[in-house]
């Protein structure tokens, strides 16, 4: 086992440094890949690992007695599953965080967390109405206070009265509380230009995460070449190679096009599909608008063109839509995957399946911790359909403050309510400074001699290339690190800025980004990229 220490990969301390690290296994499955588990009865001969491992027990201090559940014998996906928004260098900076709480001398004073899209960590305020109504939900007796608006009071009295015991520590129904159900319809339809939504086909979810691997549970059978395919972009959002690497499923790649500002090209798609079904058989394609990592937003064409490919291939459409409210650049425009596929007419509308998910994490909102979404499934098998609520109930129900949370979300406050004015104010602020940080963000790295970074049309993200000299990249293998592993922890050693390196979420061979978000409050904004800026001339140089 290895920890970072003193700038580099070194053994942990206690262990010895002859023992081999546990290295995890590539995300993309691979059919017939899966290993029953490994046991072994009261009586018989332990095995050579559970002998070494009983040694290093006792190397330790530890008893001698082997753990019934150990990294040999647990489930083999599960050490598949890589999750780098949250990986080493995040774990790094929580270690850098106790250090300098405890006094250890730094070359900065604090980590700045700009490796995960959590606005309200990054110091965004709350919006004022969604945060009153929850408080009237949690704490019912403040419905006699006259400090919250009317209309705040009588969101809060609808959602308790739709509770059980009108609390909402209650248990809702698995699929979510009805009544909130209705109002993500009608939003949806009011999104979608009056196409109908039905609340039967809403599931309320943990978040739009939740849902997502939910419906890949649905969708992964098979075995060797029957074995399920999944579609996913190329850079990609880790969710999605971490559940199929847990369901074992065939990861297909499919790569955005950088020089176009990470377009999607539907030839791409062919290819990808073509060369999947010499081994797996392609079921499901997923797209992620406006993208994660990469803030693109697809135009009205683009989506036409993977529906109709959608429905030539026989592919389940997965549109990941969580960042809908997210757009900056001028001439683009969010269209819903839904709305674009009806206005195509009954030859598609009728014909594509597809699931859309929406959060209440992203956005204006941010509210991330409350783990509120939904999913809507669209020409879906009735029999399916039963199943899939059949799943879900397996978890009871989605929080129900979370539920809470949506309904505002899909509900605001209207023209004629006295929480109007606020609300849109609020709402529009937070939109406009994240245009300004799009920008910002943008022009500043493109200034830097050996990053180029795309515009940022969408979402909360920037995902720039960077030129690494053959040294920097010579001496990353040497470590056992890929080289933007080994740039973004030098980066977080030496100005305390916390990034996640591109080969987290996929990259073309031989080309190296990191991800950052564009969350910060815009004055530390202005310090991170500066800081980005200066720390990528003195490590290019020390390399060069």
């Known amino acids: 086992m290895r920890e970072w220490r003193r700038g580099a990969w070194r053994p942990a301390e206690g262990v010895s440094a002859r023992r081999a690290p546990l290295r995890s296994l590539t995300v993309e499955a691979r059919a017939g890949s899966v290993r029953s588990s490994l046991s072994f009865s009261r009586s018989s001969r332990p095995r050579r690992s559970d002998v070494t491992r009983m040694s290093q027990h006792a190397a330790n201090g530890l008893p001698g007695r082997v753990k019934l559940l150990n990294v040999d014998n647990m489930n083999p996906n599960v050490k598949r599953v890589e999750y780098a928004v949250r990986g080493a260098i995040v ?15 730094k070359p900065f004073d604090e980590v700045i967390k700009a490796n995960i899209g959590d606005a309200h960590a990054m110091g965004q305020k709350p919006i004022t109405f969604l945060r009153q109504v929850l408080a009237l939900c949690a704490y019912p007796e403040l419905l006699e206070d006259d400090k ?75 075995e060797g070449r029957d074995r399920t395919g999944v579609m996913i972009s190329i850079p990609q959002y880790p969710l999605y190679s971490a559940a199929l690497a847990d369901l074992a499923a065939v990861q297909i790649s499919y790569y955005l096009d950088e020089d176009k500002c990470w377009s999607l090209d539907v030839a791409e798609l062919k290819r990808a599909v073509d060369a999947a079904r010499q081994h797996c058989n392609p079921r499901v394609l997923c797209i992620i608008n406006p993208g994660n990592p990469t803030g693109q937003v697809q135009s009205r064409q683009c989506i036409e063109d993977v529906i109709r490919f959608a429905k030539d291939e026989r592919l ?28 195509m007419g009954p030859e598609y509308s009728t014909a594509v399946e597809m699931a859309s998910f ?44 979370g539920q809470a949370l949506l309904d505002l979300v899909v509900n605001p406050p209207q023209p004629d309510e006295p929480s109007y004015h606020q609300f849109t104010k609020e709402r529009a602020t937070v939109l406009a400074t994240l245009a300004e940080k799009a920008r910002l963000t943008e022009q500043i790295f493109n200034t830097v001699p050996g990053i180029t970074c795309n515009p940022v049309q969408g979402a909360m993200y920037t995902f720039p290339r960077i030129a690494l000299p053959q040294k920097a990249i010579d001496k990353a293998t040497e470590e056992g690190l890929s080289p933007d592993m080994l740039y973004c922890m030098r980066l977080l050693e030496e100005e305390g800025i916390c990034l996640v390196p591109g080969s987290g979420f996929g990259q073309r061979e031989g080309t190296f980004h990191f991800r950052m978000t564009i969350l910060p409050p815009t004055e530390k904004l202005k310090i991170v990229l500066q800081k980005i800026r200066e720390f990528h001339v ?6 060069s």
């Open 91 to 105: 774990q790094r900076a929580v270690q850098i965080e106790k250090e300098l709480k405890e006094g250890v001398k």
């Open 538 to 543: 003195r490590f290019t140089q020390e390399f």
């Open 358 to 401: 929406h959060s209440t994490s992203k956005c204006y909102m941010g509210e991330c911790g409350f783990r509120g979404g939904y999913m809507e499934v669209i020409n879906m098998d009735p029999e399916v359909k039963a199943q899939l609520t059949k799943l879900v109930s397996v978890r009871l129900c989605p929080p129900v403050p």
């Open 316 to 343: 389940f459409l997965m549109a990941d839509e969580v960042y809908q409210d997210n757009v900056y650049a001028e001439g683009c425009k969010f269209h819903s995957f839904k709305r674009v596929l009806f206005e």
């Open 148 to 222: 919250f608006p009317a209309d705040a009071k009588q969101r809060a009295r609808r959602i308790l009265e739709a509770c059980g015991g009108h609390s909402i520590g209650a248990y809702s129904s698995s699929q979510g509380i009805d009544c909130i159900r209705q109002d993500v319809a009608r939003y949806i339809e009011k999104r979608d230009g009056g196409i109908p939504s039905n609340p039967d086909n809403i599931y309320l979810a943990t978040g739009a995460s939740d849902a997502i691997v939910t419906m890949l549970k649905m969708l992964v059978c098979g």
